[in-house]
Every structure is written in structure tokens, then in C-alpha cells.
């Protein structure tokens, strides 16, 4: 049997999206029970009106159950404070203040049950002068810095993926096991609060230093790259490898080994690291053309031969597929046309599976307001439209 260590944990979601779902995602696929709190008829935005089939929704959803519930009703706000004292965490990211306006803030729910965690995850945080804007990944990626530091000097881009809303995920996952811990120990419950701002933070620390390492100058995405020595080469029959030298002697000179250039060694230009890194620009053009001539089947040997740090470049697909993925036992099998990632960590040796498919929007409606409502009060919500079932 797989090792699910929060087995017993209760978690009531009220968000939507990716930041807070993806954090109750990787605490589901770990064993805690996840009720994702929905409206009516449509449910979250992020099914995109595809119920339990778009692949968003099931990738950050599989394995929850959904409560939908009108929450701009006095009586489904009362549903909700009902069934809070059954659950361990209440986790949302709605807009700053937004729950609380409902009388479903931390104060409200804290009073229902005094060990609950209460987690809040915003785009600014609660106060200061971004608190009420609307954030979505792109804002975080903006105002954390991710666009310029992975843009080239004055001409910040886009990225391709939702590097904020992911990050933020894990920081709120983080977060909410450290006040359950704490919460074993002491018997009181907290509230934690953390946002894309913040969270995008922890992926920038490293650049954080450059700034203050470089005399102030704000880092870009070339920036590292003479301190990192790495490279990114093509060879002759068009794949590509990814090579990190760092500060070690030791690595230079498996690379030249690799090369076959012993030359370069002596070349005083690149002797040392501290000549490799003021003259790095130049060495990138010497190792391109050196790629450029054998084929990568050559080079995966030549550079495993000689024991450089490298790698190859692989797409979204090749990663899904490549030999290592298998191994780590990180992807499930596909099903209805999506592949599920299972959680980063292994418990005794063993990965957690993701486990059950996304739920229909209120699926699980009638069953979790049985828990604190008998049948005749959960009909006459449906039939009133407070509560919603598919």
C-alpha cells in the first residue's frame, strides 16, 4: 500500500484557478481529503464548460470531490459554516477581503473551530497599494521580475508556462503542512497567508544576489551564464544538449577531454575560471562550432565518457517519455486524454499516485451536506438553487 501520509486530513478549497488547487492537488495526491467548494451550473471557471473534461481542470482536480453551493445566498454561506468544523484546513484564494465580506474570513471560521488552518493566497497580499488588482500567472511572473530576468537586456518577454501560479502552489502547499505541524504541537490552528508576489520570490533568490553581487545592476538572462558556464549546443544532426561547468576545474577539464581540444586549456584566455568567466562570450562561440561537427549520439558518449555535467534538451513530450521519467514513476498513464504528474516526493521509496478521476461539478453535493444537514433540508437547497448536483 502506498504511503500517504495525510491520510485523515480534511481540506475545504474555496478558489479557483491554479495557485490554491495545485497546492490542495499535491496535498490530495499525499492523502488528505479535498472538498472543492463550486457554484452552480457551471462550477469553476477553469473547466472551461467542459465539466470533467478539460484537461486544466483534471490535471489540478483529479482526485477531489465537489461541493457546489451558492455562496451569494445567505443559507449557503450557513452550509458552509456548518461543515467547517469538520475540516482541518480551509485553503482559498479569492480576491483580498472577498470571504471575509462573506462572514467566511479567518475570524468567522477560526471561531468554529479554534485548530483550524486557515490558509489565504492573494496576488499582492492583503494590504498595500496592489492589494485589490486582479492577478492572474502573468501579473506574478511581471511584478516578481520573471519577465525581465528571463528576457534579454530591455527587451522583457513572455515565458511559456505558468512558472508564478505553480511556485505559488508549492509555497501554499509548504505553508499549510508547517501549520498542521505546528498545530501538533500546539493545539492551535493558524493563519497563513502568502501570495504570487511573494512566492515568485523564492525562484529569484539566485538573481537577488546577482543584483547585489554585479554592483546593483538588475540581471537579465545572460547574466548568469558566465558565472554558471553553461551552454546550450546543437549538434550536426540538429538535437540539442545543455552543458553546466559551474567553478570547478574538474569539469573544464572533462570538457576539453570531451572535445578533443587540449589546446584550450592552455589557452590563457580560459586557464582559470575566473579567465573563463571574462572571456565566456568568446568560449561559447569555440564550443558551438565544436558541436556543430558530430552527431549527438557521439557527443551523448564523448560527454558521459568523460563525466561532463550535462544534459539533454527535451520537450514537453520527451519528457513524458524519456527513460528517467519512467524510472522516477513521475507521470501516470494517460486516461481520457490526459497524463496526471504525480507529487515530487517518494515515501520509502515509494511515489504517491494521483488516485480518481476530476469530479462533475457538484458530484459530490448531496452526500458532503449530509454531513450536517438530513435529506429533506438538502432537497429543499436543491430544489431552491442553493445547492447544485450533476
Wanted: charged letters at 25%; proline letters at 6%; one cysteine or more.
Amino acid at each position: 500500500m502506498q504511503h500517504k501520509p495525510l491520510n485523515g486530513i480534511r481540506i475545504l478549497e474555496l478558489g479557483g484557478y491554479i495557485s490554491a488547487p495545485y497546492a490542495s492537488s499535491l496535498m490530495c495526491a499525499l492523502g488528505a481529503e479535498v472538498v472543492k467548494v463550486e457554484r452552480p451550473g457551471t462550477g469553476e471557471d477553469f473547466r472551461r464548460h467542459k465539466n470533467d473534461r478539460s484537461p486544466y481542470f483534471i490535471q489540478y482536480n483529479a482526485g477531489k470531490r465537489s461541493l457546489a453551493v451558492d455562496l451569494k445566498t445567505p443559507e449557503g454561506v450557513e452550509l458552509v459554516k456548518a461543515l467547517v468544523p469538520r475540516f482541518d484546513v480551509v485553503l482559498e484564494n479569492l480576491r483580498a477581503g472577498k470571504l471575509a465580506s462573506l462572514g467566511l474570513g479567518q475570524a468567522e471560521c477560526a471561531a468554529l473551530r479554534p485548530d483550524l488552518v486557515y490558509a489565504s493566497v492573494t496576488g499582492f497580499g492583503n494590504g498595500g497599494p496592489f492589494a485589490q488588482r486582479p492577478a492572474y500567472d502573468t501579473m506574478g511572473q511581471s511584478v516578481g521580475g520573471l519577465y525581465s530576468l528571463l528576457g534579454d537586456a530591455g527587451t522583457p518577454q513572455l515565458t511559456g508556462t505558468i512558472l508564478a501560479d505553480l511556485v505559488t502552489g508549492l509555497s501554499t502547499a509548504t505553508g499549510v503542512l508547517a501549520a498542521l505541524v505546528g498545530r501538533a504541537a500546539s493545539g492551535t490552528g493558524q493563519h497563513v497567508e502568502t501570495s504570487i508576489m511573494e512566492a515568485v520570490s523564492t525562484i529569484t533568490a539566485d538573481a537577488v544576489s546577482q543584483y547585489f553581487d554585479d554592483d546593483h545592476r538588475d540581471p537579465t538572462r545572460r547574466s548568469r551564464h558566465p558565472q554558471a558556464q553553461n551552454f546550450c549546443l546543437k549538434s550536426s544532426t540538429g538535437e540539442d544538449f545543455a552543458i553546466h561547468l559551474s567553478s570547478q576545474q574538474k569539469f573544464w577539464q572533462c570538457l576539453v577531454t570531451a572535445l578533443d581540444r587540449h589546446d584550450l586549456a592552455e589557452d590563457p584566455r580560459f586557464a582559470t575560471y575566473p579567465d573563463r568567466e571574462r572571456n565566456y562570450f568568446e568560449l561559447v562561440e569555440i564550443v558551438e562550432a565544436e558541436f556543430r561537427t558530430r552527431p549527438a549520439r557521439e557527443w551523448e558518449k564523448r560527454l558521459t565518457e568523460a563525466d561532463v555535467p550535462f544534459a539533454p534538451v527535451l520537450t514537453v513530450s520527451g519528457y513524458i517519455n524519456h527513460p528517467q521519467t519512467e524510472w522516477l514513476e513521475l507521470v501516470e498513464p494517460e486516461t481520457n486524454g490526459v497524463s496526471l504528474l504525480r507529487p515530487p516526493w517518494r515515501f520509502d521509496g515509494t511515489r504517491p499516485d494521483r488516485g480518481g478521476v476530476a469530479p462533475r461539478v457538484g458530484q459530490h453535493t448531496r452526500e458532503i451536506a449530509g454531513e450536517v444537514y438530513d435529506d429533506s433540508r438538502v432537497d429543499e437547497l436543491l430544489a431552491a438553487g442553493v445547492l447544485f448536483t450533476d
